[in-house]
């Protein structure tokens, strides 16, 4: 039977606490499926933030990642999801993937220099469901992915979440993923988000820094595939040189950002969906700075099953 399509809020772990409880009070009551809370490694980490969620709120779902299994053991994992499902119910999903490469940068993680990455994260996954398991909760358990190579063993995982927001691109990855046996697996898109009814410049910015983030926060081999390494190496560089973004963001184009976010006002968005659906997307997940305004999260409410 085909899966109606779900959808959720991200929300990251740099915002004010009682403004991501609030958020997610009112994304519960607009009838969202999920809410999703990034991890950072060097602010918050993700567990804490979803414990003060779920205290607020009693249907709404409650995703917990991107955790790095670099920062994060598999029985910290474990021990943060039981924590969480015996105080507030088995509502909780969670989703594991390498993180993105400033971010563990700055805690001292050089991904280039881990040895079998896919097979790290297959053998995590396994530790995990083992040990939820055993404590009587089955928990769904996602991989971020962007490149070939996660993209191929997103079989062993119970959804994939992918990180950029172009039908194409989606395409792309379910070809993929169908080549390797998709059958029973959620496909989900997780991407930087602004939808509005009258566009704000402000929030546009905020928009930009975020799909930058994403942008080049994606390996080497994924910006090769769609064409972009050689316009973003400069800035990949900058970055990890210790430069700020917002010193050069004004320099990214625009064409490379829009391939990693949805930008759209409601009545486009509609037809967006409609292309996700057609290529098997069951989860949408409207990340930063959508949850910034509550105004233009309203129109998230009442999108088609």
Not at 106 to 124: A, C, E, M, Y
Not at 185 to 210: M, T
Not at 277 to 286: D, E, P, Q, S, Y
Request: net charge neutral; hydrophobic share 40%; with cysteine.
């Amino acid at each position: 039977m085909e899966e109606d399509m779900k959808y959720g809020l991200g929300v990251n772990a740099d915002e004010r606490l009682q403004d991501i409880v609030e958020s997610s009070v009112e994304m519960e009551r607009l009838g969202l499926h999920y809410i999703w809370v990034a991890d950072s490694p060097s602010l918050r980490y993700s567990p804490v933030i979803a414990s003060a969620v779920a205290e607020r709120t009693s249907k709404i779902r409650i995703g917990l990642g991107l955790l790095s299994p670099l920062i994060h053991r598999p029985n910290h994992i474990i021990n943060s999801l039981v924590t969480l499902m015996d105080l507030y119910g088995e509502r909780f999903e969670v989703c594991i993937g390498p993180g993105d490469i400033n971010q563990l940068r700055r805690v001292g993680i050089d991904v280039s220099t881990v040895k079998s990455l896919p097979n790290l994260l297959i053998r995590v996954r396994e530790e995990i469901d083992a040990g939820l398991r055993r404590e009587g909760f089955n928990v769904k358990v996602w991989i971020g992915a962007q490149g070939r190579r996660l993209l191929e063993i997103s079989r062993f995982f119970d959804g994939v979440l992918l990180n950029y927001a172009r039908p194409k691109h989606v395409e792309w990855a379910v070809n993929i993923l169908n080549s390797y046996g998709k059958d029973g697996l959620y496909v989900g898109v997780y991407a930087p988000s602004y939808i509005y009814k009258v566009r704000d410049e402000s929030l546009y910015k905020l928009l930009r820094v975020s799909s930058a983030t994403v942008a080049l926060g994606a390996s080497d081999s994924t910006l090769k595939r769609l064409g972009f390494y050689e316009r973003l190496r400069g800035f990949k560089r900058l970055l990890a040189e210790d430069s700020r973004l917002e010193d050069f963001l004004d320099e990214i184009p625009d064409d490379i950002l829009e391939e990693f976010a949805i930008c759209t006002c409601r009545s486009e968005l509609t037809r967006i969906i409609s292309d996700f659906k057609r290529l098997g997307v069951t989860h949408v997940i409207f990340s930063y700075p959508q949850v910034l305004s509550w105004e233009n999260s309203a129109v998230l409410s009442g999108l088609p099953a």
